[in-house]
């Protein structure tokens, strides 16, 4: 068995024979793509996203509240339930293609305190 793949080897190397690699193919764009947000770290008042690019498409955010207050988490149209520290929620949202899709959390006051930025939608 060792003899035919070295044998092989050396014949298509000698030959000039081009082997076929398979390659893996890139995500596509209808698979869905999941985005883990930690709310209330590393500050109470500022949002930790694992992705700051996301593909278009479904995207689901899995939102967890290390905080000490309550929080919750809006991107387009669709708002979290408010969240106790410790809690955790899925939040499945549906983007196109943009520059900039802005979240925030929509508590009095969490956003103008930091709670606010952006993810890019390719």
């Avoid at 398979?22 to 209808?30: D, I, N, Q």
């Avoid at 509240?65 to 499945?92: E, R």
């Amino acid at each position: 068995m060792i003899r035919r793949i070295t044998s092989f080897a050396v014949l298509a190397a000698v030959a000039g024979v081009v082997v076929a690699v398979p390659v893996l193919a890139a995500p596509s764009a209808t698979q869905a793509t999941t985005v883990i947000v930690t709310v209330g770290k590393p500050s109470e008042f500022k949002f930790t996203l694992s992705k700051k690019i996301v593909p278009a498409g479904t995207v689901t955010f899995k939102l967890t509240n290390k905080g000490k207050i309550d929080h919750n988490f809006k991107i387009g149209a669709k708002v979290s339930k408010k969240l106790k520290p410790g809690q955790s929620t899925i939040l499945v949202v549906t983007l196109k293609k943009a520059p900039a899709v802005a979240f925030l959390c929509t508590l009095p006051g969490h956003a103008p305190a930091g709670m606010k930025g952006a993810i890019k939608v390719t």
